[in-house]
């Protein structure tokens, strides 16, 4: 729908019958693209720099459904993660990049909604 990668992403459709399997991938295909307007959006020179929560309360959406869908950008090489500590040690929240392909995606999917 919003191009060849993120709908590549929907995965097999065992078990998924019918008009609820669509759904499903739909839905799920919706929330890859919005944290991927999120990421795009938010990138800076130190890229996109949020915890899980903050990226899934930007969306509209469960931090489960959050973590799911930046797994799957992740997966499909449209973001990049880059993990940040604290100088003694503890974890920050990440920083997230897209890629060159990622753009690509997010212009194709903001030329859809248009």
């Known amino acids: ?12 459709r065992e078990g998924c019958g019918g ?5 499903k991938n739909s839905v ?4 890859r693209l919005r944290l ?3 990421i795009g959006d938010g990138c800076g020179a130190e890229g ?3 915890s899980i929560k903050e990226l899934a309360a930007a ?16 997966r499909a090489g449209l973001v990049r ?17 897209l890629t060159p392909e990622g753009t690509d ?5 903001r030329r859809m909604l248009e």
Do not use: Q
């Open 59 to 74: 969306g509209g959406l469960t931090p489960a459904c959050a973590r799911s869908a930046l797994r799957a950008l992740v």
């Open 48 to 50: 996109c720099v949020a």
């Open 105 to 109: 995606e997010l212009v194709r999917g």
């Open 28 to 31: 799920a295909h919706e929330h």
């Open 36 to 38: 991927l307007r999120i």
């Open 81 to 97: 993660t880059v993990h940040r500590t604290y100088p003694d040690g503890g974890n920050a929240a990440n920083a997230y990049f």
């Open 19 to 23: 008009i609820v399997g669509r759904v």
């Open 1 to 12: 729908m919003y191009g060849a990668v993120l709908g590549a992403l929907a995965g097999p």
